[in-house]
């Protein structure tokens, strides 16, 4: 069974499949809680980069719980220069994403029909902070540097120990319509200072952005990836 969605899902009722005859090609369920927690895959990867065995750069993150951080989290990245994005800590794909924009930017693309994910930081605190009045808690959130360079996504076959056994780097072109691949020796390292580093089995696949030519850390997806279909 290789499935698509709801991994945490299956893999916490892993036994129920075993108990009817069938294998699920899925990481362990204390893996995927690893994995998808995208501030702390990164904080992860930066430790690394910090101890000299740097796997991937990663984007300048934060995570937010409540409104007011997340507007100094908003400040301090537009201090040191960033363009910046919000997004679920656990999410699937670009559900939840949102780049934050300025007054103009979002006259600019409502003018050019191309106003899809962007909201004004004003208008984003302002939504946090009246769900929190009205009670709520806010998932957590991760507020980071926007990347807007190339896409690749590496697709990767291991075995169930995961010991990588293929990678394939794949980029994303013409609007995301087409799929280019691209046998690039560093991105392949990539996977493999990742595989060595997390052990992932089966089939997943991991992306990031170049910034500068340099490929910055978006996620991992311990599945098969949407562009393989």
Wanted: proline share 3%.
């Amino acid at each position: 069974f290789i499935f698509f969605k709801e991994a945490l899902l299956i893999s916490k009722n892993i036994e129920r499949f075993n108990d009817i005859g069938v294998s699920v090609m899925v990481a362990s369920h204390d893996k995927l809680e690893k994995l998808e927690d995208k501030i702390l895959m990164n904080d992860i990867l930066l430790k690394e980069i910090k101890s000299g065995n740097k796997i991937i750069d990663v984007p300048e993150s934060y995570e937010a719980t409540t409104a007011s951080e997340s507007i100094v989290h908003y400040n301090t990245l537009i201090s040191n220069g960033c363009e910046v994005c919000v997004k679920p800590v656990r999410g699937e794909g670009g559900l939840g994403f949102w780049k934050i924009i300025k007054d103009e930017e979002q006259f600019e693309s409502i003018i050019t029909k191309t106003s899809t994910n962007k909201i004004t930081a004003e208008r984003f605190y302002n939504l946090l902070l009246d769900y929190e009045l009205r009670g709520n808690a806010i998932p957590p959130l991760m507020v980071l540097e926007y990347l807007s360079g190339p896409e690749y996504s590496v697709d990767c076959l291991a075995d169930k120990n995961g010991n990588l056994l293929v990678a394939i780097p794949r980029g994303k072109g013409l609007g995301g319509r087409v799929r280019v691949l691209d046998n690039n020796k560093d991105y392949i390292e990539i996977a493999e200072r990742i595989a060595r580093k997390f052990k992932i089995p089966y089939i997943y696949n991991i992306q990031f952005r170049l910034v500068n030519g340099i490929p910055k850390f978006l996620e991992v997806n311990a599945r098969m990836s949407g562009g393989m279909y």
